[in-house]
C-alpha cells in the first residue's frame, strides 16, 4: 500500500455503511480505507495519479464545459467518489473519471478518493472507451481515437485479432442482435471512417469538428459506396483503373461534404443524396463510363417506386377506396376531387421527366420486365 494513501473510513461503521448499500467490504488489512471486493476505496495524492497510458489527452484534451460544471459541482457538494485508477510502481494511474480529477486539481485540492483495482490493460482499455463515449460522444474524432488504440493493444497482445467486432466488445461499443453482439452505430462509423483513413480516401482532418452522428452519415455512406463498386466491378468485368477512379471521386465527394456540413450548408438528413450527386456528377464529367451513374439512378428508381406504391400515401390512398362507397357529403366529394387535382400534377411532373430521361427515338424497356417476382424494381 503506498505510503501517501490515507484512511478514508476508520471505523466499523464504514463497514457496515458499505455492507448496507450492497457492497462486500472490511477494513483494509493495514486500516488504509475500505476494502471492497476486488477493490478498496481510498483518499490518495492527487499528484500520484497519472491519466490512463492509452489516452491521449495531448491530442484530444479535456472538454472546457465538462470541466466548468464539475468545477461548480465540486464547490458545490465536493468530489464525489467517481475515480477508479490501479496501482502503478509507487502511484495510479486512472482508469475513469479524467474530467473529474482535472475538476479536482483546478478546485486545489490535494487529495481525491479513488477506488483501486487490480486492472489489466484490456480492462483499462475498456475503461478508456466507456469513458469517452460518457465524455465526448459528440466528439467524432476522439470516439475514433479510441477506435484506433483498442485495435493498437489488440494487435499488439498478439492473444486477439483486431477484428471490428473484437475493438468493438473491448470497448463496450456492441448491441445485442438476437443472441449475438454486434457493431454499435458508433463502433459501425469509427470502422468505416478507420477503414477509409487506412486505404488512403479521408484524412482525419476531414472528419475534424464533426459529431458522431453526421461523421457516421459521411462514413458509411462513402464506405458502402466503394463497396458497392467493387461488387459492380467483379461482376460487369469493368477494369481496376475504373472501379478505382470512381471510388477516388466517391472520397473526395464524401469529403466536400464533410466541409459542408461542418459550415452549416448541408442538412443531416440530406449527407447521403449529397454525397451520391457530387459523385456521379464528377465521375460523368468527362463522359467517360461510370457505374456510379447506374447505381445512383437505380436508388432514384426505387425512391419512386416507394413513394408510389410502398409508403404511407399510398396505404392512405388504398384505404380511401375502400371507404368510397360510403362518400355522401358535399365537402368529402371537394376533398377528393383535390386529391385527383395532386395527382393529376403529380402525372404531369411525371411525364415530363419520363420525356426529359428518355427522348423519342430511344428504346424503352418494358416496366414490367424491370420489376422482380416480389414486385420491387431490379
Not at 459542408?260 to 457530387?278: F, L, M, T
Request: aromatic content about 6%.
Amino acid at each position: 500500500m503506498s505510503n501517501d494513501e490515507t484512511k478514508l473510513y476508520n471505523e466499523d461503521g464504514a463497514v457496515a455503511e458499505a455492507g448496507a448499500d450492497g457492497v462486500q467490504a472490511g477494513l483494509d488489512a493495514r486500516g488504509v480505507g475500505i476494502r471492497m471486493a476486488h477493490a478498496t476505496l481510498s483518499y490518495v495524492s492527487l499528484s500520484s495519479i497519472e491519466p490512463n497510458p492509452f489516452r491521449d489527452l495531448n491530442t484530444y484534451p479535456y472538454d472546457k464545459r465538462k470541466l466548468e460544471a464539475l468545477e461548480r459541482s465540486i464547490e458545490h457538494v465536493g468530489l464525489w467518489e467517481g475515480l477508479i485508477g490501479r496501482r502503478a510502481g509507487h502511484g495510479y494511474q486512472l482508469a475513469f473519471g479524467h474530467h473529474r480529477l482535472e475538476a479536482a486539481r483546478s478546485r486545489k485540492l490535494t487529495t481525491v478518493p479513488l477506488i483501486i483495482r487490480d486492472l489489466t490493460d484490456e480492462e483499462m482499455v475498456g475503461f478508456m472507451g466507456r469513458e469517452n463515449m460518457e465524455d465526448f460522444n459528440s466528439d467524432f474524432l476522439v470516439m475514433l481515437a479510441s477506435w484506433e488504440a483498442a485495435q493498437k493493444f489488440l494487435i499488439s497482445t498478439e492473444i486477439k485479432t483486431a477484428q471490428p467486432l473484437e475493438t468493438a466488445r473491448l470497448l463496450g461499443w456492441t448491441r445485442a442482435v438476437g443472441k449475438q453482439d454486434n457493431l454499435n452505430n458508433l463502433a459501425s462509423a469509427c470502422n468505416a471512417a478507420a477503414t477509409l483513413i487506412n486505404a488512403g480516401h479521408f484524412a482525419r482532418d476531414d472528419l475534424s469538428g464533426m459529431s458522431v452522428s453526421a461523421a457516421r452519415e459521411i462514413v458509411e455512406r462513402a464506405q458502402s459506396r466503394m463497396e458497392m463498386l467493387d461488387k459492380l466491378g467483379k461482376m460487369g468485368n469493368r477494369p481496376a483503373a475504373e472501379i478505382a477512379r470512381d471510388k477516388r471521386h466517391v472520397g473526395t465527394a464524401a469529403r466536400t461534404v464533410a466541409k459542408d456540413v461542418r459550415e452549416g450548408s448541408i442538412n443531416h438528413r440530406n449527407i447521403r443524396s449529397a454525397i451520391d450527386y457530387r459523385a456521379v456528377k464528377s465521375s460523368t464529367a468527362k463522359g467517360k463510363p461510370s457505374p456510379l451513374f447506374a447505381a445512383f439512378a437505380k436508388e432514384v428508381a426505387d425512391g419512386i417506386h416507394k413513394m408510389l406504391v410502398s409508403d404511407n400515401t399510398s396505404v392512405r390512398l388504398s384505404e380511401m377506396e375502400k371507404g368510397l362507397p360510403h362518400v355522401t357529403m358535399e365537402e368529402d366529394h371537394a376533398a377528393l376531387r383535390r386529391i385527383d387535382f395532386a395527382l393529376a400534377e403529380h402525372g404531369e411532373t411525371t411525364a415530363k421527366w419520363r420525356s426529359r430521361l428518355l427522348p423519342k427515338g430511344r428504346p424503352v424497356v418494358p416496366f414490367k420486365l424491370l420489376k422482380k417476382a416480389d414486385g420491387s424494381l431490379r
